[in-house]
């Protein structure tokens, strides 16, 4: 199985801030990766897709890059609506995997 | 609009067995992958398996976890999915998203349902 390793598991930050987030994969998955929001009781909410792609009405201040082992979710500047936990899932290798998490939450 | 309604799910012991449903509008299920994909309480999230779609004959694939006691199947005259889950276990405690895949130049899950809960216990 493909683990993917996100880091740091645990973030916090002050509204304004760039934060970046990363996931790591224990094998290439090319550009098959896919990050998520979030928030407390509710479903998770697709942000980019094949690693990079924006997914249509998410703000431009989210972005993803990389490919192969190395991914990034970088928040360009950080929105009270942005607290939440980011998840990164890949879809090259079944069984599909997703990374542990990253909760963000304001300093 | 893209919905996806989860039911049926509940308590059950261990053992037991629990067929959960989803119901799609404002799409065709049939002409998209979809998955389920579990939460247990406070952890992260967990693939659980997926029906492909008609082009790829409705084939299954599932996790490790749940191979041989979970089963995925559509009805596609409601255009609905089912997840039957047999010999349940305290582990399979979670809330269960069903979940549509999409795919432009890469492959996502880009609606969820609300999520349904099942708790498994004596």
């Known amino acids: 199985d493909i683990q993917l390793t996100q880091s740091p598991s645990f973030l916090s930050a002050s509204v304004g801030d760039r934060v970046t987030i990363t996931c790591r994969a224990s094998e290439g998955i090319s550009s098959y990766l896919a990050w998520y929001q979030q928030k407390p009781g509710k479903a998770p909410k697709l942000l980019i897709y094949?690693?990079?792609t924006l997914q249509s009405g998410v703000p431009s201040r989210f972005s993803g890059s990389g490919s192969g082992t190395e991914f990034t979710l970088t928040i360009s500047s950080l929105q009270p609506e942005d607290f939440a936990t980011y998840y990164c899932q890949q879809f090259n290798n079944y069984p599909l995997t997703f990374g542990g998490g990253t909760k963000v939450e304001i300093k | 609009e893209v919905q996806l309604e989860e039911s049926r799910g509940g308590l059950v012991q261990p053992g037991g067995s629990l067929r959960l449903n989803c119901v799609a509008s404002?799409?065709?299920?049939?002409?998209?992958?979809m998955d389920w994909v579990r939460q247990a309480p406070g952890k992260g999230l967990e693939w659980v398996g997926r029906?492909?779609?008609?082009?790829?004959?409705?084939?299954?694939q599932y996790a490790a976890s749940v191979k041989g006691r979970f089963t995925i199947s559509r009805d596609d005259s409601k255009n609905s999915l089912s997840l039957q889950m047999n010999s349940l276990k305290i582990e399979d405690t979670a809330v269960y998203y069903c979940?549509?895949?999409?795919?432009?130049?890469?492959?996502?899950?880009?609606?969820w349902g609300q999520g349904i809960q099942v708790t498994v216990s004596s």
């Open positions: 029906i492909r779609n008609k082009a790829h004959s409705d084939t299954t």
């Open positions: 094949a690693a990079s």
């Open positions: 979940v549509r895949v999409s795919y432009i130049s890469g492959w996502f899950s880009d609606y």
């Open positions: 404002g799409f065709t299920s049939s002409d998209h992958h």
